[in-house]
């Protein structure tokens, strides 16, 4: 088997596992688990040992858990909650995924570590120490913050999040809202930022890395953020042109995951050229398709997914004021 088939079969696999993660039922199931761990193991002859894991905060901060090769994500992520010392009862609001940061490069999302997978096994196999496993927040209503704000230790896991994500440039404040948290940020005070950071464009977005489209034009580039109900996506042409495209979820009609396919041959030279986002929106006779092809097209597509099991419970929970965040001392 040559190295693109086998590439091909690695990425068809991955688009079948995504369909498995987007069944609740399924991945709830213990027989599942543990066939799905008996052959992440055997697939990589791997033993059962004890070792020390590192997975990182979004400050770059470790933390070292003793755990097992076979231990899943679910129970890799309960280690590291309590190892922060978060209320248990918060883990829902958290997951890990695999992030990718060049030394003075782009800081990436590349993956959400589904619950059933192991992930020594998943950075193992990476063999590369850009690769890291990153605990994030895992939920799309900015106002689901209030649901951990009774944490001490959970606020500042949301701080240091919205700050790498002020810092990367993902949100968009106003000239005003940059100095004001910037200031924030200098004196240190976390709920102050977070109140002022939640009424940021685009706060608590995922934007994706570099990818091009064929729209409005071939080989337009775009910026994706996701987030909230909605996925944002800003257009430059070949020419310079610009748009942009705001679609609320009830907006999108469908989507799905593509290997890409050249019409001519060419050098595919990393995994990012090898994926296509396709997208349908817009009602009557003509809605339209369009394409965006990213390495990221996985990671786009269990996004929307999450924004879709939010969605129905959103409205109200917009309703439940829980906490304000002139009530917190921190």
Not at 57 to 77: F, H, Y
Not at 220 to 233: A, D, L, P, Q, R
Not at 254 to 282: I, R
Request: with cysteine; charged share 20%; proline share 5%.
């Amino acid at each position: 088997m040559t190295k693109t088939m086998a590439e091909e079969r690695r990425l068809q696999l991955e688009q079948y596992l995504q369909q498995i993660v987007s069944d609740p039922v399924l991945t709830s199931s213990e027989m599942f688990i543990e066939y799905f761990k008996k052959l992440q193991m055997d697939t990589f002859n791997m033993p059962t040992v004890q070792i020390i894991l590192r997975v990182f905060l979004p400050d770059g901060s470790p933390v070292e858990l003793n755990i097992q090769t076979s231990d899943n994500a679910e129970r890799v992520l309960q280690a590291a909650i309590y190892r922060l010392s978060v209320s248990r009862e918060l883990t829902e609001y958290f997951s890990l995924f695999i992030t990718h940061k060049e030394a003075n490069g782009p800081f990436t999302v590349v993956k959400r570590i589904a619950g059933f997978e192991l992930p020594f096994l998943t950075i193992w196999n990476l063999e590369d120490d850009l690769f890291q496993i990153e605990i994030r927040k895992w939920y799309m209503t900015p106002s689901t913050d209030a649901m951990l704000m009774g944490s001490s230790n959970a606020i500042h896991l949301l701080y240091i999040q919205a700050v790498q994500e002020f810092q990367m440039n993902w949100t968009r404040p106003t000239k005003e809202q940059k100095q004001e948290l910037e200031s924030l940020l200098e004196k240190g005070n976390k709920c102050e930022f977070l109140e002022l950071t939640q009424k940021v464009e685009f706060y608590g977005y995922l934007q994706v890395g570099s990818c091009t489209s064929n729209y409005p034009e071939p080989d337009s580039e775009v910026t994706v953020s996701i987030g909230s109900n909605e996925m944002n996506c800003c257009f430059q042409t070949p020419g310079g042109h610009t748009e942009n495209l705001r679609l609320n979820i009830k907006d999108l009609n469908c989507w799905h995951v593509n290997l890409f396919q050249p019409k001519k041959p060419e050098v595919l030279s990393t995994n990012h050229q090898q994926l296509e986002f396709k997208f349908q929106y817009g009602q009557g006779s003509s809605p339209r398709w369009i394409t965006i092809r990213t390495g990221q097209a996985f990671l786009l597509s269990t996004y929307l997914k999450k924004i879709l099991l939010e969605f129905p419970v959103q409205k109200f929970k917009e309703e439940l004021e829980i906490v304000s965040f002139k009530d917190l001392r921190c």
